[in-house]
């Protein structure tokens, strides 16, 4: 027994120094790779920043892998620059065979490869790439069609807006990624938000009614305003919300009579959104909450007429009847010296 736990000790030791040697080999292959990628990209820089600045370039000699390299160099220009640089790197990828490469990898088996080719297209910069990639969003992989999202954004198609929040919707995105995605399209998403605001889905509106609160402008008012009336509460404090964001003063009746609204986190909305708006007004709605309403809802209460009134909020926590919720609020006021 001591003779057979002896060998089988050697064994794994010997197994083990193998080991040690094998990742010691990898390690040196990836650093001398590293280096020569680093050594090329040195080379190739000049060249890349000729095919910036329109300069005509003879490509017909180039190495296929130093191609390769010119392409993930250009890949990772496209994300620092805008308009006509952007435009020059999508015209070498569409005319060199890069952009025709990665289309063609959104049809690959594996999935790690199809996510890695639409991230990929974003950089790229062509507009020949949008259709392929809304195509990508309905992918049966979450990795695959978030960088297709991704590159939806980067590229600024107007026409992905639509499909990337009922991919939302339909839980296909995170919030996260369509957010980024819709934000990096930028003002030219709003025509198709706005049309979204009276979606059928109640989650396509709520999210087209959010999206509208961050990019719109005091033109958005009345169409958002209108949401605060939604079937689905979600789009109401979501609208609520919005209006904050949007400092919309005319909506403070609107939002005063939401401090009215039978769910909970949509009252505590409507409070967040009349101390965004400053409307004074609303102070006397607000410290009847405050004092009466379920915790979320009251707290936010309090919270919005201290900024709005903090006297009115000071005498009405010195109530007897005032709630926790007034005095904590007033306690914050004197801890702030106001």
Known sequence: MTAALTWVSIGLAAAGSLSICALALRRMVVVRAERRIAAAELGLTTLALALLEGETVDLRNLDPGDGRILAALLARYSQRLRSLETARIAEFFEHHGGLNHAVGRLGSRRSWRRATAAFTLGDMGSPRAIRPLLETLDDRQPSVRAAAARSL??????????????????????????????????????????????????????????????????????????????????????????????????????????????????????????????????????????????????????????????????????????????????????LEGR
């Open 153 to 334: 954004g980067r590229l600024g198609a107007v026409e992905a807006v639509e499909p990337i929040v009922y991919a939302l919707a339909e839980g296909r995105l995170p919030l996260s990624v369509a957010g980024q995605a819709l934000l990096a399209i930028g003002l030219d998403a709003l025509p198709t938000l706005r049309a979204l605001e009276e979606a059928p889905d109640p989650n396509a509106r709520a999210f087209a009614v959010q999206l509208v609160g961050f990019l719109g402008d005091a033109t958005d008012d009345i169409l958002v305003a209108r949401r605060l009336r939604d079937s689905s509460a979600e789009v109401r404090a979501k609208a609520a919300r919005a209006l904050g964001r949007l400092g919309a003063e005319d909506a403070a009746d609107a939002l005063t009579a939401a401090l009215a609204d039978r769910i909970v986190f949509v009252r505590a909305s409507a409070a967040h959104a009349l101390a965004a708006v400053g409307d004074p007004d609303a102070v006397p709605s607000l410290l009847r909450v405050a004092r009466a309403d379920r915790f979320d809802a009251a707290r936010a209460a309090a919270q919005a007429a201290a900024r709005l009134d903090p006297a009115a909020v000071r005498t009405a926590a010195a109530d007897d009847e005032a709630g926790p919720h007034l005095r904590e609020a007033a306690d914050l006021l004197a």
